[in-house]
């Protein structure tokens, strides 16, 4: 009888070694993904490019050169030439002592200031109203960036004709109700607040667009349970919806804030900072004396437009502290 030869069966370690798979080695796996990751940078820089580009071009690179006309005593043959001294700090020194310095620096608090409170008043009220919804809502509020869309050549040119002493709408309405007629832009008791009015028109409608988005973004049931608490519709607006409204305004007064402070066009088209003076800004001063006179004075005129620079970057400093604070707490 014969017997079968068994073959031993395999020990259960060795099958289990024998089935493990090799270590792939990490070299490999770290060398595939390098060309991907340097190839999303180079993305990442190649969308960027562009970007940076414009910035140098059209703010580090003109920041830079009104620095530098600030800093040297430039003429028209000096700036063709590019050899104009350096005279450090004397510019600034010469536009401060000018006689024209605390008036234009009056005259430009006044404008912003009075601006700003009006247009945000204005403004917050017009979006609140239009919160409510009512037939022909849409396009009231369409009509109503009416001004904000025009260019400023536009919007400053009728007000000078509105505002005319002799053939304006304006002194031909105060006529037909027997008052006597005003020289809006040409009396240096007027000049200032005429064109301090047309800019707070003009700039009515961008604050209610950014306030009446801020308004939407408040949850309906905040208020309807305010309501519920017997809050009446003054403490629901000063305790509810103004503290929630507090960031939205803050971002619309300092961009009208920065808006204001430059606001040249206005000013320079309905009465060219006249007459006297009486209406002349920190902003018209400086294009004055750059390119309003046979003999440019290019380095005050570039000293005044950086003390300009400054204030708006002192306001958005703190605004930048303030939302910090606001984050902390």
């Known amino acids: 009888m014969k017997h079968a030869t068994q073959t031993p069966a395999p020990r259960a370690g060795e099958n289990r070694r024998e089935r493990v798979p090799a270590p792939r080695s990490q070299g490999a796996g770290s ?11 180079w993305a990442a820089w190649a969308f960027l490019a562009p970007m940076v580009v414009y910035l140098l071009a059209f703010y580090v690179y003109p920041l830079y050169r009104n620095v530098d006309l600030s800093l040297r005593d430039y003429t028209v043959r000096s700036f063709v030439r590019g050899d ?4 450090g700090l004397a510019n600034y020194a010469k536009v401060v002592r000018d006689a024209t310095f605390g008036p234009a620096l009056w005259h430009t608090v006044v404008f912003t200031v009075v601006s700003l409170a009006f247009q ?3 403004g917050l009220a017009l979006a609140m109203f239009f919160t ?54 040409t009396s240096p008791d007027w000049s200032l607040w005429s064109v301090t009015i047309a800019n707070i028109w003009i700039g009515i409608p961008f604050n209610l667009v950014v306030l009446y988005s801020g308004l939407q973004a408040i949850p309906s049931h ?5 309501e519920l608490d017997g809050a009446t519709g003054w403490q629901r607006f000063w305790k509810v919806t103004f503290p929630l409204l507090r960031p939205v305004s803050a971002i619309t007064l300092l961009l009208g804030l920065v808006y204001t402070l430059k606001v040249f066009d206005i000013i320079w088209i309905m ?22 006179n046979l003999l ?15 204030i708006a970057l002192v306001f958005g400093l703190v605004y930048i502290r303030a939302q910090r604070r606001q984050g902390a707490a």
């Not at 595939?32 to 999303?40: N, Q």
């Not at 018209?284 to 750059?290: D, E, K, M, P, V």
């Open 222 to 226: 905040i208020h309807e349970a305010a």
């Open 132 to 185: 409510r919804s009512f037939r022909l809502s849409a396009t009231l509020r369409a009509l109503f960036l009416v001004p904000w869309l025009l260019p400023l050549i536009v919007s400053s040119s009728t007000w000078s004709w509105m505002l005319n002493s002799e053939s304006g709408v304006v002194n031909a309405v105060l006529a037909a109700v027997g008052i006597d007629p005003v020289n809006w832009l």
């Open 84 to 87: 104009a001294p350096f005279t």
């Open 31 to 41: 060398a595939h993904r390098a060309p991907a990751r340097r190839s999303g940078q």
């Open 120 to 122: 945000f008043t204005i």
């Open 271 to 292: 009465t060219k900072g006249g007459p006297s003076d009486a209406s002349t800004t920190l902003a018209t001063w400086s294009y004055r004396l750059g390119f309003g």
């Open 296 to 310: 440019p004075s290019f380095g005050p005129g570039a000293a005044v437009g950086n003390l300009l620079i400054v």
